[in-house]
């Protein structure tokens, strides 16, 4: 048996600390540019994010696909 670690990079990662990353690092206006959505363009706010991701599989797959291209940045 593994020793029961999981392989996933995002395990135990919420969404919203991605978003809030995300934000933090690139601000709502090129978040916007990086991912064409809607949440993230017109009057964006974390709340109104979470809440359009977390029922829109397709968008949140590219915030978290952003999230693993943007996760070296983070820790340097």
């Known amino acids: 048996m593994e020793n029961g670690k999981s392989k996933d990079p995002l395990h135990g990662i919420t969404l919203q600390h991605i978003l809030e990353q995300l934000v933090a690092h690139y601000g709502f206006d090129t978040l916007g540019e990086l991912i064409k959505i809607k949440c993230f363009t017109d009057n964006p706010s974390v709340k109104s994010s979470l809440t359009f ?4 599989d397709w968008a949140r797959k590219k ?5 693993l ?5 983070f820790k340097a």
């Open 53 to 56: 991701l977390r029922k829109t």
């Open 63 to 67: 915030v978290e696909e952003l999230y």
């Open 69 to 73: 291209r943007t996760l070296p940045k």
